[in-house]
């Protein structure tokens, strides 16, 4: 009954928003992301160009690779959605509200649930269409096959959504809600590291040839009959070979994503109030530290805080685990690379490998950044107002942020960077040169997180992880990843003119003078230009 009045105001905001003044300030935001999307699609249909080459082989690894994204994709929707339910339902500031309103508890549960579906499903939306343009256009699919493809996602985001509300409701009635979602951080990091034994387990572990690299990737499965994402590939992958579509597949897909919105409804009419009723959960008594006897100066009691706060929060601490986990797996997925038998796919393998490991490293440092650095302006919150009345300039607290929060990420990943590096048995040339240029990216990529955070903080937040998915962190994590990249391609491209490329010397001396200065000004660049922006925004917010 007051379904359409609670949708309405959100409704109103949107349209309010989209004005000819927000569209020139997000506009930056709109070309980078449209850049990103451009590449990402140029980046499929070369891979898709070249694996469809390969004849019959490429065909069946083409069709194992679509298979493997709607895998990848459910499981993140899944965990997605049970942490965003968990947070829309239990613990949204406006629940409160809402319940000392006459509100029917099945409006507000339907109102909940549109905000889960578009809250843990928007990254999705945003940057898995040019894969799917890429694939139709290489196949030279009709448009029955996009208006089917955005017909079963549909349904595939309203199946997941479904299963994560359920999970979220029986969850909350056994624990509270917030250590919920640590522990379901928890268990999808353990569901995680399973899943990698498992394909440690069909991989073999030291192929000897290309071939055997190969073959192990087409005896690879990546789904069953019985998920959602065997359903969708089996719906929609025969349009593209010009085949009728499987629609036994697309109405267990609709009939599926009908029953679990309707059994997330049914169990939160049983179980939401109830759950509501006991959510109150008791803080920890807080004891004395035993350097509180210390009263710090102004930058150090900046940092007394910030590792206070950071120790304090499970939410915070506890992805430290998920961070160690993810950098053992990647270093011990390296260490199992097959450099003996690459070397017959390229003489420079070595190079390739390198390329390629520093790469992998800038895209750890650019989430990790995202998650830790990015938020670091925004986790004061509402109580930033003690900083704005403080006697603390804005570089400095700036500053004073950069230094908590770089050193351990710039010592963990120069560390992954060079223990990789040794495995590859490269010249101590290479490996300077490759550490120097990872502690740069480390120090312009840190201080980009600090300085846009800085300019798009959100001070009021219900959990400070939607703050690292916001539009201003995905936003930085672009220009991060963009310089991470163009970085390597300057290298690469100096490299190849110096040793592979038929140039004269003065040429090469040119080369190396350019690309040296053309690095070092976009990454003191990428540094100095956020921080003194995030603290001219600040400045202004303090006035």
């Given at each position: 009954?007051?379904?359409?009045?609670?949708?309405?105001?959100?409704?109103?905001?949107?349209?309010?928003?989209?004005?000819?003044?927000?569209?020139?300030?997000?506009?930056?935001?709109?070309?980078?992301?449209?850049?990103?999307?451009?590449?990402?699609?140029?980046?499929?249909?070369?891979?898709?160009?070249?694996v469809?080459?390969?004849?019959?082989?490429?065909?069946?690894?083409?069709?194992?690779?679509?298979?493997?994204?709607?895998?990848?994709?459910?499981?993140?929707?899944?965990?997605?959605?049970?942490i965003?339910?968990?947070?829309?339902?239990?613990?949204?500031?406006?629940?409160p509200?809402?319940?000392?309103?006459?509100?029917?508890?099945?409006?507000?549960?339907?109102?909940?649930?549109?905000?889960?579906?578009?809250?843990?499903?928007?990254?999705?939306?945003?940057?898995v269409?040019?894969?799917?343009?890429?694939?139709?256009?290489?196949?030279?699919?009709?448009?029955?096959?996009?208006?089917?493809?955005?017909?079963?996602?549909?349904?595939?985001?309203?199946?997941?959504?479904?299963?994560?509300?359920?999970?979220?409701?029986?969850?909350?009635?056994i624990?509270?809600?917030?250590?919920?979602r640590?522990?379901?951080?928890?268990?999808?990091?353990?569901?995680?590291?399973?899943?990698?034994?498992?394909?440690?387990?069909?991989?073999?572990?030291?192929?000897?040839?290309?071939?055997?690299?190969?073959?192990?990737?087409?005896?690879?499965?990546?789904?069953?009959?019985?998920?959602?994402?065997?359903?969708?590939?089996?719906?929609?992958?025969?349009v593209?070979?010009?085949?009728?579509?499987?629609?036994?597949?697309?109405?267990?897909?609709?009939?599926?994503?009908?029953f679990?919105?309707?059994?997330?409804?049914?169990?939160?009419?049983?179980?939401?109030?109830?759950?509501?009723?006991?959510?109150?959960?008791?803080?920890?008594?807080?004891?004395r530290?035993?350097?509180?006897?210390?009263?710090?100066?102004?930058?150090?009691?900046?940092?007394?805080?910030?590792?206070?706060i950071?120790?304090?929060?499970?939410?915070?601490?506890?992805?430290?685990?998920?961070?160690?986990?993810?950098?053992?797996?990647y270093?011990?997925?390296?260490?199992?690379?097959?450099?003996?038998?690459?070397?017959?796919?390229?003489?420079?393998?070595?190079?390739?490998?390198?390329?390629?490991?520093?790469?992998?490293?800038?895209?750890?440092?650019?989430?990790?950044s995202?998650?830790?650095?990015?938020?670091?302006?925004?986790?004061?919150?509402?109580?930033?107002?003690?900083?704005?009345?403080?006697?603390?300039?804005?570089?400095?607290?700036?500053?004073?942020?950069?230094?908590?929060?770089?050193?351990?990420?710039?010592?963990?990943?120069?560390?992954?960077?060079?223990?990789?590096?040794?495995?590859?048995?490269?010249?101590?040339?290479?490996?300077?040169?490759?550490?120097?240029?990872?502690?740069?990216?480390?120090?312009?990529?840190?201080?980009?997180?600090?300085?846009?955070?800085?300019?798009?903080?959100?001070?009021?937040?219900?959990?400070?992880?939607?703050?690292?998915?916001?539009?201003?962190?995905?936003?930085?994590?672009?220009?991060?990843?963009?310089?991470?990249?163009?970085?390597?391609?300057?290298?690469?491209?100096?490299?190849?003119?110096?040793?592979?490329?038929?140039?004269?010397?003065?040429?090469?001396?040119?080369?190396?003078?350019?690309?040296?200065?053309?690095?070092?000004?976009?990454?003191?660049?990428?540094?100095?230009?956020?921080?003194?922006?995030?603290?001219?925004?600040?400045?202004?917010?303090?006035?």
């Open positions: 009954m007051y379904l359409r009045l609670l949708i309405l105001p959100r409704v109103l905001s949107l349209r309010n928003s989209v004005t000819a003044g927000t569209a020139l300030r997000k506009l930056p935001i709109l070309v980078i992301g449209a850049s990103f999307w451009w590449l990402l699609y140029l980046g499929t249909i070369h891979l898709l160009t070249f469809r080459n390969m004849g019959i082989p490429g065909e069946i690894l083409s069709e194992k690779l679509f298979s493997v994204i709607f895998s990848g994709l459910f499981g993140f929707l899944l965990l997605s959605s049970v965003t339910a968990l947070s829309s339902y239990y613990l949204a500031k406006d629940i509200f809402f319940l000392s309103r006459p509100v029917e508890i099945m409006d507000l549960q339907w109102l909940k649930m549109i905000d889960t579906i578009l809250n843990s499903s928007w990254m999705v939306i945003s940057f269409p040019p894969v799917f343009i890429a694939y139709g256009i290489s196949y030279d699919a009709s448009m029955f096959f996009y208006v089917l493809l955005m017909s079963g996602m549909l349904l595939f985001i309203f199946i997941a959504a479904g299963i994560g509300i359920s999970v979220s409701h029986l969850l909350t009635s624990f509270p809600a917030k250590r919920s640590h522990m379901f951080l928890g268990i999808g990091l353990i569901l995680f590291i399973v899943l990698y034994f498992l394909l440690k387990s069909v991989i073999p572990a030291a192929p000897g040839t290309p071939e055997e690299i190969l073959d192990s990737f087409l005896k690879f499965r990546a789904d069953s009959p019985l998920l959602p994402g065997f359903w969708l590939k089996s719906a929609i992958f025969p593209l070979k010009g085949a009728h579509s499987d629609m036994f597949y697309f109405l267990l897909l609709l009939s599926n994503s009908a679990f919105l309707l059994l997330a409804s049914r169990i939160g009419s049983g179980l939401y109030l109830g759950n509501l009723e006991r959510l109150h959960p008791a803080s920890a008594a807080t004891g530290s035993i350097l509180s006897r210390w009263y710090p100066g102004r930058a150090a009691a900046l940092l007394y805080k910030d590792m206070n950071f120790f304090r929060d499970a939410g915070q601490w506890s992805q430290l685990f998920i961070i160690a986990a993810l950098v053992w797996i270093l011990n997925s390296f260490r199992t690379i097959p450099i003996g038998a690459l070397q017959g796919i390229s003489p420079n393998i070595t190079e390739i490998m390198l390329l390629l490991n520093m790469l992998m490293a800038g895209l750890v440092l650019t989430a990790v995202a998650r830790f650095l990015f938020p670091m302006v925004s986790l004061e919150g509402e109580a930033f107002w003690t900083i704005r009345t403080a006697p603390v300039q804005m570089e400095k607290f700036l500053r004073t942020k950069l230094l908590y929060g770089s050193i351990p990420v710039t010592i963990v990943i120069t560390l992954l960077v060079y223990w990789a590096d040794a495995h590859l048995c490269l010249l101590w040339q290479m490996m300077l040169i490759s550490t120097a240029t990872i502690v740069m990216l480390c120090i312009s990529t840190n201080g980009l997180g600090i300085g846009m955070g800085a300019i798009y903080p959100r001070f009021k937040y219900e959990n400070i992880a939607s703050v690292s998915v916001s539009g201003g962190s995905l936003f930085f994590m672009i220009i991060a990843f963009g310089l991470v990249t163009a970085t390597l391609a300057l290298e690469a491209w100096v490299y190849y003119i110096l040793y592979i490329g038929q140039a004269t010397a003065m040429a090469r001396v040119i080369t190396v003078l350019a690309g040296t200065a053309s690095i070092l000004l976009i990454n003191t660049a990428a540094f100095y230009l956020p921080m003194k922006i995030g603290a001219r925004r600040l400045t202004a917010l303090s006035s």
